[in-house]
């Protein structure tokens, strides 16, 4: 089986090796044998939910917060970050070393790296931000300049603040309520590092108004700024439909686009926001497809 960048994708029962309270979520970490030859940061792995018996019947997806390579491919580990938020997870959260769990991954398209090594921008919101610090040794591996930001409303929504100093250059934390780090927003030291250093890459992963912002702001100064979406992935293979984002395409024409298998890191540009705002996806007029659509162009 294969989605997203073409990669294989393991499917598994894995076993629980570890289960960790990190601020307001939980780290979990498991045994996906294979999995690290091929997962790239960005990219997502869909678990099942509520065991054999339950009437939970989709899958939940979470972003790859890291992998690490076995002395052989059945020692591979994955680490996902579970927060608590309806029965899904809050059944994740309960697991336990020893209990096993479905995996599919790695799942999408993950973030691309520079084609040369630059100034790059990261930016995490909530725990969003869990695939920023692998994203960070690959950049830094290439010679990039590694500069983090990592946001929430309280100190304890944070996340990956421990690790970000040993993976970039410069670390940046705000709050809402000032419980952490400054008192703003991310956009806050985003204008100031845009301004004073030559940024060519930003990345951000987090909620919707989030990314509009960072993007607006990066496209603005010239850089090129690749966001991960926090779309619901109920099938996480591109069946279900339930993840579709108005994208547009190369050749101009809007397409309402599978975030699990075109994404979920988009180009900020190609998203169109305003069809994307308040929690609700609206299918653009000119969208191909469209009710309203011109004639002549076909979809995909």
Do not use: K
């Given at each position: ?27 979990l ?7 690290a ?11 099942t ?26 020692g ?6 579970v ?82 100093g ?5 670390v ?5 309520d000032?419980s ?6 991310v ?7 845009l301004?004073d250093n030559?940024?060519?890459?930003v ?87 469209a009710?309203s659509?011109?004639v ?5």
């Amino acid at each position: 089986m294969s989605t997203g960048d073409h990669h294989p994708v393991v499917a598994v029962e894995a076993d629980v090796l570890g289960n960790e309270p990190v601020g307001a979520y939980r780290r979990l970490t498991l045994a996906v044998p294979g999995v690290a030859a091929t997962a790239r940061p960005g990219q997502f792995a869909a678990l099942t939910v509520g065991g054999e018996t339950s009437g939970l019947l989709l899958r939940r997806s979470f972003s790859i917060h890291r992998v690490a390579a076995g002395s052989d491919p059945a020692g591979d580990r994955l680490e996902i970050v579970v927060a608590d938020a309806g029965p899904g997870t809050h059944w994740l959260t309960q697991r336990t070393p020893g209990d096993r769990v479905g995996v599919l991954a790695p799942l999408g398209n993950g973030f691309s790296l520079p084609a040369a090594p630059g100034e790059c921008v990261l930016i995490g919101g909530g725990y969003g931000s869990a695939p920023l610090p692998w994203l960070a040794e690959h950049l830094r591996a290439m010679g990039s300049r590694v500069h983090m930001i990592l946001g929430a409303a309280t100190r304890d929504r944070l996340f990956g603040a421990a690790e970000a100093g040993a993976v970039a250059d410069s670390v940046h934390v705000v709050t809402v309520d000032g419980s952490a780090g400054a008192v703003g927003l991310v956009t806050d030291p985003l204008r100031q590092l845009l301004r004073d250093n030559n940024i060519g890459a930003v990345y951000a992963c987090g909620p919707m108004g989030m990314l509009r912002a960072v993007g607006e702001l990066a496209i603005e100064a010239g850089a090129v700024a690749q966001v991960a979406v926090e779309e619901a992935m109920a099938c996480g293979v591109g069946v279900c439909m339930t993840c579709v984002l108005p994208i547009r395409g190369h050749d101009g024409a809007t397409r309402m686009t599978r975030t699990c298998l075109d994404g979920p890191v988009f180009d900020a540009r190609a998203l169109r926001w305003e069809a994307a705002a308040d929690g609700r996806v609206a299918v653009p007029d000119d969208a191909v497809g469209a009710p309203s659509a011109p004639v002549g162009r076909s979809g995909r």
